[in-house]
């Protein structure tokens, strides 16, 4: 089953359930789902940064699993972030999302 | 003032992308003004269409439509404000260069889009000029 994650609430979703749940499952190969992709809204964009120590370790993941990361545009911006990502990682909305997720579109869409 | 009395055209205020964003979302339902644009389409089903108004040669109203892009919407502000008090030759001096430097916030992945607003304008100056040529 394909997986796309979106963290859009403020529930702790990226230290805790991204952070301990799904980023280690993916490294261990054990997270139950093939994800194809994550993106990110509000503050979570955050985590998107080029020093952030679990963005970086994301961003390997991704990297190696063909998993698409992209930040809200407009979140992004409010933060003045959006050109302080890491490399490669886009900023976007919907369509852009579904755009490049339709080469693998997933089967469900998780909103955390 | 410069040495024959005309005013000087100050420099826009520098604002983020998302401020940019927010003055194009103020210009929701207004109407166009009189000199109407072609729409301008680019990849992506993204659309721009420009509209002036010029009084004795120069821009002194600017109005657009575009689609809802937060980078678009902003270099089309941006635009929108740079083009305020040019004469039509002035504004079309404007290139993405201008745009770009004038947002520094957006990815350059996403620079692209400054294309467009610069093409809708250069397509309602061009309506401009065939009209005053007739």
Redesign the interface.
């Given at each position: 089953m394909k997986v796309a994650y979106l963290f859009a609430t403020s529930r702790h979703t990226v230290s805790y359930v991204l952070g301990r749940m799904i980023l280690p499952q993916l490294e261990e190969d054990r997270h139950g789902a093939e994800v194809v992709g994550m993106f990110f809204f509000e503050d979570n964009n955050y985590v998107l940064t080029r020093d952030n120590p679990l963005g970086k370790r994301l961003k390997a993941v991704a990297d190696a699993k063909g998993i698409l990361l992209m930040g809200c545009?407009?979140c992004c911006?409010?933060r003045?972030i959006?050109?302080q990502?890491l490399e490669g990682v886009?900023?976007g909305?919907f369509?852009?999302l579904y755009?490049a997720l339709s080469g693998s579109p997933p089967d469900q869409v998780i909103t955390l | 003032m410069n040495g024959i009395g005309h005013k000087r055209q100050r420099a826009p205020k520098r604002r983020?992308?998302?401020e940019y964003?927010e003055r194009a979302l103020q210009r929701s339902g207004r109407p166009q003004l009189p000199l109407i644009g072609p729409l301008e389409r680019g990849p992506?089903?993204l659309a721009v269409c420009f509209s002036l108004n010029l009084v004795a040669g120069r821009i002194r109203g600017a109005e657009f439509k575009a689609t809802t892009?937060?980078?678009l919407l902003?270099y089309c502000e941006l635009l929108a404000e740079l083009i305020m008090g040019l004469t039509p030759t002035e504004a079309r001096r404007l290139d993405t260069g201008r745009l770009i430097d004038g947002l520094?916030?957006?990815?350059?992945?996403?620079h692209n889009r400054a294309g467009l607003p610069i093409a809708a304008l250069t397509s309602a100056l061009a309506q401009h000029s065939a009209e005053e040529s007739k």
């Amino acid at each position: 089953m394909k997986v796309a994650y979106l963290f859009a609430t403020s529930r702790h979703t990226v230290s805790y359930v991204l952070g301990r749940m799904i980023l280690p499952q993916l490294e261990e190969d054990r997270h139950g789902a093939e994800v194809v992709g994550m993106f990110f809204f509000e503050d979570n964009n955050y985590v998107l940064t080029r020093d952030n120590p679990l963005g970086k370790r994301l961003k390997a993941v991704a990297d190696a699993k063909g998993i698409l990361l992209m930040g809200c545009d407009q979140c992004c911006y409010e933060r003045e972030i959006a050109d302080q990502l890491l490399e490669g990682v886009p900023i976007g909305c919907f369509p852009d999302l579904y755009a490049a997720l339709s080469g693998s579109p997933p089967d469900q869409v998780i909103t955390l | 003032m410069n040495g024959i009395g005309h005013k000087r055209q100050r420099a826009p205020k520098r604002r983020t992308v998302i401020e940019y964003f927010e003055r194009a979302l103020q210009r929701s339902g207004r109407p166009q003004l009189p000199l109407i644009g072609p729409l301008e389409r680019g990849p992506g089903g993204l659309a721009v269409c420009f509209s002036l108004n010029l009084v004795a040669g120069r821009i002194r109203g600017a109005e657009f439509k575009a689609t809802t892009c937060t980078t678009l919407l902003a270099y089309c502000e941006l635009l929108a404000e740079l083009i305020m008090g040019l004469t039509p030759t002035e504004a079309r001096r404007l290139d993405t260069g201008r745009l770009i430097d004038g947002l520094p916030g957006v990815p350059p992945t996403l620079h692209n889009r400054a294309g467009l607003p610069i093409a809708a304008l250069t397509s309602a100056l061009a309506q401009h000029s065939a009209e005053e040529s007739k």
